[in-house]
């Protein structure tokens, strides 16, 4: 049983501890406290305490997650966050079973993001006006991202010193404040070196940020809407920072690169996560010997025209 001292935040205890002993995000860490407190507004009108909610209780959770319209990879969030939860009020002695273990959540890969085509990329990365510094500006961001698969808070957090022109090579920190290095290509490269030129004008400033707009850090927002504006100008909707980084991955796979190579650079802390992308190239070659193999759409049993036989 729980213990019953209605007065403590559990759900605040438990974020206040993953922040200190795992050090997340706190984007991350925004979205664990969202999916908590759905689920406290749900067990409210059962009404149950979330600490004494049952593993049934939690079947019921997860249907009317998916009944409500949440994405398969949103509910399969909402319960990773409810096993952590769980596991710390097991640890910390609040209960004695843990409810949310082995929950089953919708099929992952039912949900397939959406990726850009190589030529789309490149029409995306022909749309902003590189006679001018905030085209040029623009422009490197958006090869950047492309070329080292950026998530959005990556790229706005990025450091001046973290690009090293040289080697090619880009030093970010992902989600829980991991480090990894990634590679960049020489077009990005080029467009960077661009980039650098042009905000050298503008003399020194108090920021240490890689990207900058009227002098100041950008910000998430500005991102998405320059990414969204410029996407919409070629006439492609629905079109994110993520996008370019989903596209990213894709690309590398479709080309030959393995799932483990790709989670590193990614910064995937689980080979799963990586692998929904692969589910993606499999639909990709199965279209490709579709479309191109002369027998892919032959029916079974068809009759050889010169001797009338069935095969």
């Known amino acids: ?61 997860i249907a009317q997650l998916s009944r409500e319209g949440l994405a398969p990879s949103s509910v399969a969030r909402a319960v990773s966050a409810a096993r952590g939860f769980f596991r710390f009020l097991m640890l910390d002695g609040h209960i004695k079973h843990h409810p949310a273990e082995d929950l089953d959540t919708p099929q992952k890969f039912s949900y397939l993001p959406k990726f850009l085509t190589e030529e789309e990329i490149d029409r995306l990365f022909s749309s902003p006006d590189v006679s001018t510094e905030a085209g040029i500006r623009d422009r490197a961001m958006l090869e950047l991202m492309y070329a080292a698969g950026l998530r959005v808070s990556e790229l706005v957090s990025l450091k001046q010193a973290a690009i090293d022109v040289h080697a090619g090579i880009v030093n970010c920190h992902g989600k829980g404040s991991k480090e990894r290095r990634v590679p960049v290509g020489k077009s990005a490269i080029h467009w960077l070196q661009q980039y650098t030129a042009v905000k050298a004008g503008y003399g020194k400033t108090p920021y240490a940020n890689l990207f900058l707009h009227r002098g100041k850090p950008l910000t998430r927002q500005f991102a998405w809407a320059m990414i969204k504006g410029y996407a919409e100008k070629i006439g492609i909707q629905n079109v994110s920072p993520h996008t370019l980084r989903h596209s990213f991955a894709t690309h590398l796979l479709q080309h030959g690169a393995d799932s483990r190579s790709v989670q590193a650079l990614l910064g995937h802390s689980d080979i799963s996560t990586t692998q929904i992308y692969t589910h993606i190239t499999d639909r990709h070659l199965r279209a490709a010997y579709d479309n191109h193999h002369p027998r892919a759409r032959a029916a079974a049993g068809v009759r050889n025209k010169t001797s009338g036989k069935s095969f």
Not at 20 to 41: I, P
């Open 1 to 61: 049983m729980a213990t019953k001292n209605p007065e403590r935040d559990l759900v605040k205890e438990y974020l206040t501890y993953i922040q200190v002993e795992k050090g997340l995000a706190r984007n991350t860490l925004e979205s664990y406290r969202r999916d908590l407190k759905r689920l406290e507004r749900w067990s409210s009108k059962i009404p149950r305490r979330v600490a004494d909610l049952t593993r049934p209780d939690l079947r019921k959770w």
